[in-house]
């Protein structure tokens, strides 16, 4: 049986609202629907996660923020990998599972914050992520070698989630340079103000 007749091709399938919806892996790994934005993915599936967290705030404390997020970065290597497999093994930005992770961790470790420390941390997240400088790009580009893999025969479990590993890997890269950037900000304007 040919497995790969029923997986679509990354470079022509564009996912519906109702394909992503029909498994919770795909669910997540597209920030329940916000992965489906048009334009600009990563930033619409960032904002998912920061309205997340802000919600979760009233439920859960920072140390069940820790668990959720932990196990949200374990179980993302699967999700990521398997709905990665199943789009044809690309690193899709309709993906963004692992900005969501990413950012949590971000928010988990700043909060409480003014509304202005949120933004200038959101802003610096999506800096990180899009233009990826030094070791982030390092990263993206080392998972990114993946890609020149034979897609021709189904993934082992252990290459999906080294795979999904790889997609979060460069944002929680990105989440510990924000946090790297806003210490260093705090301590600029301690000695200004």
């Known amino acids: 049986m040919n497995t ?7 470079s022509t399938f564009i996912p519906s609202f109702k394909w992503v919806f029909s498994k919770p892996s795909r669910a997540l790994a597209f ?3 916000s992965g489906l ?13 920061w309205a997340a967290f802000l919600v979760g705030e009233y439920f859960l404390s920072t140390e069940a923020w820790l668990w959720t997020i932990g196990i949200g970065i ?5 999700i990521c990998g398997q709905v990665s497999e199943e789009l044809g093994k690309k690193d899709f930005g309709g993906i963004v599972w692992d900005e969501v992770v990413a950012f949590w961790l971000v ?3 700043i909060m409480p914050a003014s509304l202005w420390v949120q933004i200038v941390a959101f802003s ?3 800096f990180f992520d899009a233009v990826k400088p030094g070791p982030i790009g390092m990263i993206d580009r080392h998972f990114k070698q993946l890609e ?7 993934s082992s479990f252990g290459l999906k989630l080294w795979r999904g590993f790889g997609i979060i890997a460069d944002d929680l890269a990105a989440a510990f340079f924000t946090l790297i950037a806003l210490t260093l900000l705090h301590i600029g304007l301690s000695y200004i103000l």
């Not at 790969?4 to 990354?10: I, L, M, V, Y």
């Not at 934005?37 to 996660?49: E, K």
């Not at 374990?74 to 699967?78: D, E, K, P, S, V």
């Not at 020149?148 to 189904?154: E, G, I, L, R």
């Open 124 to 126: 610096l997240f999506r």
């Open 107 to 109: 928010l988990a470790f």
């Open 37 to 49: 934005a048009p334009f600009a993915p990563g930033t619409a599936g960032t904002l998912w996660a």
């Open 74 to 78: 374990a179980l993302g290597c699967w």
């Open 31 to 33: 920030g329940m629907g």
């Open 148 to 154: 020149d893999s034979d897609n021709s025969t189904p």
């Open 4 to 10: 790969q007749a029923n997986t679509p091709s990354a």
